[in-house]
């Protein structure tokens, strides 16, 4: 149990439709990451955040994507407008630190996204 | 652009062999390498991180090298068996902690 918990599981919906996921990262880790990974391949980042600070965004976020952290706990990651090729397990990590360190990233279990 | 790349993409041995996973990189200046486990549907359990300034890690039957010069880490598991079927997959980390992965390597033993 890395302690890291994501929220829901599974989530299958209709193209166009909106869903929303959560991860609760380890309590006292400030930096809080977001990847996807599709089906055979490795884990893409996504975004991270510093405490509430969103700092990086990755090219793979369009405009339907968005993110928050708000008090700098858990996070949510939303999906707008769903489309069949957003697919795809959805993790999220936490780690001590500011980065320029050498602290382990613990993941959570992920939300697997079902795009009909 | 960091990329990183694992080879093979898959593995079959019998139980009780010793076996090595390659993980090559492309930009040398990183701040840690790490090697996680997956499970088919699962999320990913950290095995190993190796600081850049380390040469090597051991946990159990496991150990990981890292030659940053060349970019390149091993993981070698010794007396492998049929639970450490799984999918492992190898990732570097630059100065924002973010992760770039391989495409990792599944890893069947057979009994």
């Known amino acids: 149990d890395t302690g890291v918990s994501q929220n829901p599981r599974h989530k299958i919906t209709k193209r166009g439709q909106n869903v929303t996921f959560r991860c609760d990262p380890i309590?006292?880790?400030?930096?809080l990451y977001w990847y996807r990974q599709t089906l055979g391949q490795g884990p893409e980042f996504l975004t991270y955040f510093q405490n509430e600070a969103q700092l990086e965004k990755s090219r793979l976020l369009s405009d339907r994507f968005s993110a928050e952290r708000p008090k700098g706990s858990f996070s949510t990651l939303e999906i707008q407008r769903t489309e069949q090729g957003d697919s795809a397990m959805y993790l999220c990590a936490s780690r001590r630190g500011t980065g320029g360190d050498y602290n382990e990233q613990f993941f959570g279990p992920g939300t697997r996204l079902t795009v009909l | 652009k960091q990329e990183v790349t694992q080879i093979p993409a898959a593995l079959s041995v019998p139980e009780g062999e010793n076996l090595v996973l390659n993980c090559s990189f492309t930009d040398s200046a990183i701040y840690n390498l790490q090697w996680f486990r997956q499970d088919p549907g699962k999320g990913l359990t950290s095995l190993l991180l190796?600081?850049?300034?380390?040469r090597e890690q051991t946990s159990g039957r496991l150990n990981a090298s890292l030659d940053k010069s060349s970019g390149r880490s091993t993981l070698y598991i010794a007396a492998s068996q049929p639970g450490d079927s799984a999918t492992y997959l190898c990732a570097v980390s630059g100065n924002t902690g973010k992760l770039i992965f391989g495409q990792g390597t599944t890893l069947q033993v057979k009994p």
């Open positions: 190796i600081q850049s300034s380390q």
């Open positions: 309590s006292e880790h400030n930096r």
